[in-house]
């Protein structure tokens, strides 16, 4: 848009199958059975970034619902209905710096916020979230060294009443719902990486991570307690085609040499 200020949109189509985890309750909850259906849904996503300087940047990005309606998912009184579950609405604010060791270490931060309160089915079960992420990015020549970690609150209600997106529902139930949506109880994670430019070909780059959620308990009512931890690998190979900066970099290293 100008030579500090840039935009961009995206917009994400996502598959979901859902199947609740009420079935044949008996007297405990009217949501007698229940059928896995699938949906598609669509969410678009606006930011914006605008250079303070050479070294400093913001950005700010929202995102909107993802509803997806799963037709005839649950059955009621001998009548199957549809169930609506929302991804809810997103806001993001990111701050990064390039300043230190020469332009080689890159430290970024980013707050979003998740309105899981205005979120079809989740609105019943969560309460609006906080989330918190700090990065850094070490380079040295073609290797990158990265460390990040995050903070959330934990979204879920605890006072929760006994209706699940429009149905009566028990409470305890509701309870068991929210147990079995366990990853979301973790609120620290902490995550390293390396990544190398030019791996068998020069416009190959290689990038692995390793992270983990820190082990985190929650209680659900009277008789319902969730407990997890999670540890993760990742690997990811990207190919640039084209005239990339890396390689006029090359060129010209390659000039000056000569």
Known sequence: MTDRLSAGAALTLGTGFEQMGFVNLGQSTPLGSVAMVHDYALRGTLGVDYNLNDANTVGVFYQTKMGFQFPNAVLVGGDYRDLRIDQPETVGLGFANRSLMGGDLLIAADVYYKAWENAALWQDVFVNQWAFAFGTQLTRG?????????????????????????????????????????????????????????????????????????????????????SVAVYYLGLGMTWRYGDSSRQKEQAVASADSQ
Do not use: C, M, W
Not at 169 to 175: F, K, R, V, Y
Not at 191 to 211: K, N, Q, W
């Open 142 to 226: 073609r290797n990158k060294f990265r460390l990040g970690y995050s903070y959330n609150t934990n979204p879920i209600n605890h006072n929760v009443g006994s209706r699940l997106d429009g149905f009566p529902i028990a409470q305890a139930e509701l309870q068991l719902f929210q147990a079995a949506s366990t990853a979301v109880i973790n609120q620290h994670r902490l995550t390293g990486g390396f990544g190398r430019e030019g791996v068998l070909i020069p416009t190959l780059d290689l990038d692995v991570f390793a992270g983990g959620q820190f082990h985190a308990t929650d209680q659900f009512g009277a008789h319902t307690t969730a």
